[in-house]
DNA sequence: ACCTGAACACCGTTCAAGT
DNA sequence: ACCTGAACACCGTTCAAGT
């Protein structure tokens, strides 16, 4: 291995190996320690010498979450509009659980990225091609959200933050304390079932993946009985 | 006001008036330019100082969360599970417009406080009381998210990043321009409709409230129909 | 012309010296 | 015992000096 940091080292720098490296960073050590610094250190090279192949710092995470972005399948060719969206923020959502940090690297950002652009474009059209009007699809892309990307949206997610400590996983869940739990009696009673199902407490005794595919499938359930019914906005005029 | 700063520094540290010097520091020149050392200025008073009545930024920031979130108005009491949902995540909404940094602090500590569990606590009680299974309550709690505290959960937020330049409005929308239109057709297509609506562009042509509740309703629908097939989680057994 | 060390203007937080 | 200035270990980025 020292052999292959010797091959990194020697290897002429490019944009692309900028990305990938902080990308490997971000993924290994937490967003938190991703520092124009630290990412030269790793590439042998000088703080100063990465400006040459992105403008600052902003720029390297726009150039990241391309990175990230393009790991996504591409859209299985489906005349099932549900399967094929369905299908594919599975897929987002695999390429996010690799990379933790990228969902709150893309909310700080909040600026289309032109691999966000074609990845929405696309699933937009996936949705047009099923028979939606512009209308609709349009307000259907906004209800979805960022779940689109494959975000959990979940307020607290153990799973974004695991990169944090570097560790792979999670801290071992501190049970829920008497006092914590008399004070919020339902939230202790839904942790309470959790941990009857699976030996855990609230957060850790859930399973992500249903819990993501049964939001998803609440959504799509909802969205697809809309366009069944013809819906169109009743939005006033002004 | 030179008065009124007079006044402010006069009156003795508290924990409360840290907190709500940099809610107001926060809201007024966006989270990113809230530090310790500017926070301090802005109370007259050495940095050093800010560490009596907080014990670390983090724990600053989690003091701030509760604040903001001690804002949204009690639930309304209502015998009717869905609209009394619907309007306590409407005043969330609304507290979280007063504060647009809220969303990325909330989601980047990633730690219930003490206001979040009360509010959660609060939210699946009436749940339960409308005769929702602790099972169903659980993964509707999931479902929801982040949408259960008024987070728009938009991919790109404009209201969210208003604070950053300090503006209170978002930057007149750069138009799309031709050669954009033309790599993205589904995405023009939606830009161009909205824009005709508002004579404006995606993200700025958008009716947030509109879309808030479209999606709100998507969901809040959709549960409702869960609850009343009955609906029991068909876990596979381990 | 290119590269890069030093410097600048910041951070959060520690710590020891002052009262 | 309390308070606080200086210091430490960091940042991202500028800039001028070196090749």
Redesign the pocket.
Known sequence: MAEQAETLRRAPLSRERVLHAAVALADGTGIE???????AQDLG????????H?????E?LDGMIDVVVGEIDPPVPDADWKHAVRQRILSARRVLQRHPWAPLAIESRNMATPAILAYLDAMIGTFRAGGFSVDLAHHVMHAMGSRILGFSQELFDAARQAGRSGATTPDPPAAMPPEVAARFPHVAEIAMAASHDDASVLGQGCDDQFEFEFALDLLLDGIERLQQQGWTSARRPR
């Open positions: 320690s991703l520092s124009m610094r630290n990412l090279v000088v703080p100063m010498a990465l400006y040459k992105v403008a600052n710092k902003d390297l």
